[in-house]
């Protein structure tokens, strides 16, 4: 089992910044990924890390916004929020998997945490 905590949500100006972190334990796992739903939205993939070798990914549309890091000691993963627009408010869910594949289904979620952006 995985054990996912999210933390570092909550209300930011538009153009402000946040930075969730994700504490993981439980067994290791090799990749973590960060999603996030807006209401009435389908759940949306942001990016993902790979534990052992630190590549990230991010999509399009957080590209050169958000970036993903971690820290081994910690066993935490970070997900950096820049330059936030309205349209990234959301539930921000940290996931796991124990494949190296950015894609596809995750095996574990935390319980996600909320940022509000006001215009």
């Known amino acids: 089992q995985v054990q996912l905590v999210e933390s570092g949500g909550g209300l930011v100006q538009a153009g402000g910044s946040l930075r969730l972190s994700c504490a993981a334990s439980?067994?290791?796992?090799?990749?973590l990924g960060w999603f996030r739903q807006a209401p009435g939205k389908e759940r949306e993939f942001v990016g993902a890390?790979?534990?052992?070798?630190?590549?990230?990914y991010v999509t399009n549309s957080v590209k050169g916004r958000f970036t993903i890091s971690r820290d081994g000691a910690k066993n935490t993963v970070y997900l950096q929020m820049n330059d936030l627009e309205p349209d990234d408010a959301a539930i921000y869910y940290c996931?796991?998997?124990?494949?190296?594949?950015?894609?596809?289904?995750?095996?574990?979620w935390g319980q996600g945490t909320q940022v509000t952006v006001s215009s």
């Open positions: 996931a796991a998997k124990y494949g190296y594949y950015w894609f596809g289904s995750y095996d574990y």
């Open positions: 439980g067994r290791s796992v090799n990749t």
């Open positions: 890390i790979n534990w052992s070798g630190g590549n990230t």
